[in-house]
C-alpha cells in the first residue's frame, strides 16, 4: 500500500507539464490543487462506516470530486480573486476555472486510484476503480514493498527534482546565488 508521500509523488510526476503550459502562477496553482486532492480517496481511512479502497477509490469518486469541487471554484475564485471581468469575458471565465479546477482534481483523485491499483494485492485490500460499472477489483501487485519509506521517498525526490528542473531555467540569474 502507498503512503501519503507515495501519492503526493504521483502528483508531483503527473504536474510537471503544468509548467511547459502555463506561466508559473498558473501551474503553481494547477499542481497544489492536485497535490491536495492526490489525498482525497483516504477520507475513507476516518469514516468508520466506509470501507478502505471502497467507493472513495473509483474513478466515479474522482469524478464527482472533480465537478463538485470545479463547480464551487468557478463560484468562489472570482469573488476571492477580486477578478474584475468585463461584460463580454464574464460569461467564459467561470467555464475556464471550472475546467481548471476540475481538470486538476481529477488529475489528483485519479492519480490516487492508479497508484494504489497497482500497489496493492488481490489478497489485501483490493480497488475497484471502475466500480459501480466493473465489480471485479483490477489491483495488480507491481509496486512491491511501496508502503516502505524509502520505496515513496525515491518517487517524491524524482518529482521534486523534475519540478526544481523544468523551473530553474526560468529564474532569473539575479535571483540565484553566486557560487
Known amino acids: 500500500m502507498v503512503d501519503v508521500l507515495g501519492h503526493l509523488a504521483a502528483g508531483l510526476l503527473c504536474t510537471v507539464p503544468a509548467w511547459v503550459y502555463w506561466r508559473e502562477e498558473v501551474a503553481f496553482t ?98 475497484r476503480p471502475l466500480w459501480p460499472l466493473v465489480e471485479r477489483s483490477s489491483s495488480v501487485h507491481v509496486l512491491r514493498r511501496f508502503s516502505a519509506p524509502l520505496w515513496n521517498g525515491i518517487p517524491f525526490a524524482l518529482g521534486l527534482s523534475l519540478h526544481v528542473g523544468v523551473l530553474l531555467p526560468s529564474v532569473p540569474r539575479s535571483m540565484l546565488l553566486d557560487v
Open 30 to 127: 494547477f499542481v497544489a490543487v492536485v497535490l491536495g486532492a492526490v489525498v482525497v480517496p483516504d477520507i475513507d481511512l476516518y469514516l468508520p462506516w466506509v470501507r478502505h479502497h471502497g467507493p472513495t477509490h473509483t474513478v466515479l469518486f474522482a469524478t464527482i470530486v472533480a465537478i463538485v469541487g470545479g463547480t464551487v471554484f468557478a463560484r468562489v475564485a472570482p469573488r476571492l480573486l477580486r477578478v474584475e471581468l468585463r461584460d463580454d469575458l464574464r460569461r467564459a471565465v467561470p467555464l475556464g476555472l471550472f475546467g481548471f479546477a476540475a481538470s486538476a482534481l481529477l488529475v489528483g483523485g485519479a492519480g490516487h486510484v492508479v497508484v494504489d491499483s497497482l500497489s496493492t494485492s488481490t489478497a489485501g485490500q483490493p480497488v
